[in-house]
T-cell receptor, first 112, second 113 residues
């Protein structure tokens, strides 16, 4: 069964450093998303991406964040200058139009 | 602003019991509703998707219902097993279909052998 994969599973970084989280969505999906979950809190929407552009972003997704689909398979989330409060589990998801969203296993980001 | 609430926050039942998890949302204008399972420290596994025009969906021992007008959904788990122990999340997708999901806090279920 096809699945969404994410790398790395755990990323530790120093405050102020740039991080890139990587995702490989399900191959025939056209819609891609990033969500995050701070420990003990709700899963929060960050951004949706379709047809090589952002279709919606939340207020969390400020200028420090960017997304890219550099080739036909990868989907990345970059945080330019990490803050302590960026520590969270980051989930990538993909879907076909109007269908179930499939989530990856997540990347745990720890900012020290 | 759409908000999603799940009650109860935690539930502990003996194996074999049938149970119902509740999800409510404040704005009935939704595109669809999806139930997920999350195991500790893991990703989200999709269980059931109900489109806004549907009333229920079934998969094995799981049945999800949707009452859009009252802003409620329930997830019914029949004959619970210890392997069902996990956190169950519901999430609504808004019209406009940008795909943004708004999640509830989840119900953490423990099924005791």
């Amino acid at each position: 069964e096809p699945e969404v994969t994410q790398t790395p599973s755990h990323q530790v970084t120093q405050m102020g450093q740039e991080v890139i989280l990587r995702c490989v969505p399900i191959s025939n999906h056209l819609y891609f998303y990033w969500y995050r979950q701070i420990l003990g809190q709700k899963v929060e929407f960050l951004v949706s991406f379709y047809n090589n552009e952002i279709s919606e972003k939340s207020e969390i997704f400020d200028d420090q964040f960017s997304v890219e689909r550099p080739d036909g398979s990868n989907f990345t989330l970059k945080i330019r200058s990490t803050k302590l409060e960026d520590s969270a589990m980051y989930f990538c998801a993909s879907s076909s139009a109007g269908r179930s969203k499939f989530f990856g296993p997540g990347t745990r980001l720890t900012v020290l | 602003k759409q908000e999603v609430t799940q009650i109860p926050a935690a539930l502990s039942v003996p194996e074999g019991e049938n149970l119902v998890l509740n999800c409510s949302f404040t704005d009935s204008a939704i595109y669809n509703l999806q139930w997920f399972r999350q195991d500790p420290g893991k990703g989200l596994t999709s269980l059931l998707l109900i489109q806004s025009s549907q009333r229920e969906q079934t998969s094995g021992r799981l049945n999800a219902s949707l009452d859009k007008s009252s802003g409620r959904s329930t997830l019914y788990i029949a004959a619970s097993q210890p392997g069902d122990s996990a956190t169950y999340l519901c999430a609504v997708s808004l019209p406009g279909n940008t795909g943004k999901l708004i999640f509830g806090q989840g119900t953490t279920l423990q099924v005791k052998p």
